[in-house]
């Protein structure tokens, strides 16, 4: 009975793949992310959702310069951009965004790559979001 028990297995399928649902990738303008950071930090205020963090994926000397109220600095050039993406909590909402755009487009993949849940990218980067007269920290 061993050998039966051997030969149905297999021939059973292999077990499914788990699947990992699609990041989900939304799109605000330098407007409605201040709207949207400022919404966030009433319902975090009263315990009822978890903080969106603002990833600026420019280099070191452009945040330096100016970037969004704790926003946490990742360089997309500096050569372990994904290494050091793949160390942030995935199941957290992050709003992405570069000078003008571009660099926070191409990481989009990255973010997929990954598995990341929540992804909101700030079309036009930094300079949407000041265009609009929204405070830059130095």
Partial sequence: ?????????ADSPPPAAIAIAPTEIKHTTGKDAKALLDANAAAVAKGKEKKIVV?????????EEGHIADAKNVNFRGGNFEKEVAQLDKTQTYL???AGGGRSTSS?????????????????????WTKEGNPVVK
């Fill in 1 to 9: 009975s061993l050998l039966s028990l051997t030969a149905v297995q």
């Fill in 55 to 63: 990833l600026d994926v420019r280099t070191p000397a452009e945040f």
């Fill in 96 to 98: 992405v965004h570069c």
């Fill in 108 to 128: 989009l993949e990255i973010f997929q790559k990954l598995g990341f849940k929540t992804i909101i990218h700030l079309d036009g980067g930094l300079s949407s």
